[in-house]
Nanobody, 115 residues
Framework: QVQLVESGGGLVQAGGSLRVSCVAS????????MGWYRQAPGKQREWVAR???????TYAGSVKDRFTISRDNAKNTVYLQINSLKPEDTAVYYC?????????WGQGTQVTVSS
């Protein structure tokens, strides 16, 4: 059974910081690229960041300089550090694991930024 479980979301004031986490089980974590996506109400799910099996990180232009993705293979965990939060960052943040054609999603964690 594959599970991706996000945590760390919450209500934060604009300008604050937050770190969301995703713990994976049921997969060989080191074989999977990991990514973060987000979905705001009424909007399409948006890609935010990706980290390869080797640790190479890429980011969407909308979050560059504020978001940092990292992974700890020993803990089967991927993180997303979010700094200088803006109201437009409000969304459900989802974790994704992929290896070839295998793709798994977490249940999401809500991040709400107040102005």
């Amino acid at each position: 059974q594959v599970q991706l479980v996000e945590s760390g979301g919450g209500l934060v004031q604009a300008g604050g910081s937050l770190r969301v986490s995703c713990v994976a089980s049921g997969i060989i974590f080191g074989d999977y690229a990991m990514g973060w996506y987000r979905q705001a109400p009424g909007k399409q799910r948006e890609w935010v960041a990706r980290i390869s099996t080797y640790g190479t990180a890429t980011y969407a232009g909308s979050v560059k300089d504020r978001f940092t993705i990292s992974r700890d293979n020993a803990k089967n965990t991927v993180y997303l550090q979010i700094n200088s939060l803006k109201p437009e960052d409000t969304a459900v943040y989802y974790c994704r694991a992929d290896w070839g054609s295998a793709v798994y999603w977490g249940q999401g964690t809500q991040v709400t930024v107040s102005s």
